[in-house]
């Protein structure tokens, strides 16, 4: 059974860092895409970055050169680093992963993931 559970976020000021992180458990197969996504109150969840099974990284213009996304494989964990953060950043962040054997190269859509984690806060004030 696949896990994912967030840690990390928190509430920062504008042009602060923050990093969120993501345990994994439960997934095999050696094609993966894991993936960040993000939702405000009153809007669409959005994707804001993901990580294929050959390291390849993708990004919202949003946060394209503010956020990096990487994945440690011998910790399982999936992390957002997050840099100038700006208030319109303010949401929930989800941290998910398609079905085993899928892999990613582009941002993918809400509806090819197949799990998602419970989320974690992320606030920016001006």
């Known amino acids: 059974q696949v896990q994912l559970e967030e840690s990390g976020g928190g509430s920062v000021q504008a042009g602060g860092s923050l990093r969120a992180s993501c345990a994994i458990s439960?997934?095999?197969?050696?094609?993966?895409?894991f993936a960040w996504f993000r939702q405000a109150p009153g809007k669409a969840r959005e994707g804001v970055a993901s990580i294929g099974s050959d390291g390849t990284t993708a990004y919202a213009d949003s946060v394209n050169g503010r956020f990096t996304i990487a994945k440690d494989n011998a910790k399982n964990t999936l992390y957002l680093h997050m840099n100038y953060l700006q208030p319109e950043d303010t949401a929930m962040y989800y941290c998910a992963a398609a079905n085993p054997w899928n892999d990613c190269f582009s941002l993918p859509r809400a509806t090819y993931i197949s799990y998602w984690g419970q989320g974690t806060q992320v606030t920016v004030s001006s």
């Open positions: 439960g997934m095999t197969g050696v094609r993966q895409c």
